[in-house]
């Protein structure tokens, strides 16, 4: 029983990691003003000027 408890906890954690990395790598592929929630409301994006 506790073998089945330490394999489910295992996969939990790896689990939330693969998906935590996913995330990471999604946002950073993104860009600093695209991934930001604020987006285009910040201040540092404006119109005429290129996302930094």
Do not use: W
Request: proline fraction near 4%; hydrophobic fraction near 35%.
């Amino acid at each position: 029983m506790s073998l089945l408890i330490n394999l489910l906890l295992t996969l939990l954690i790896f689990g939330y990691a693969i998906y935590t990395l996913i995330k990471f790598f999604k946002k950073s592929k993104e860009g600093k003003c695209n991934s930001c929630s604020v987006n285009q409301d910040c201040g540092c994006h404006t119109p005429g000027d290129k996302p930094l």
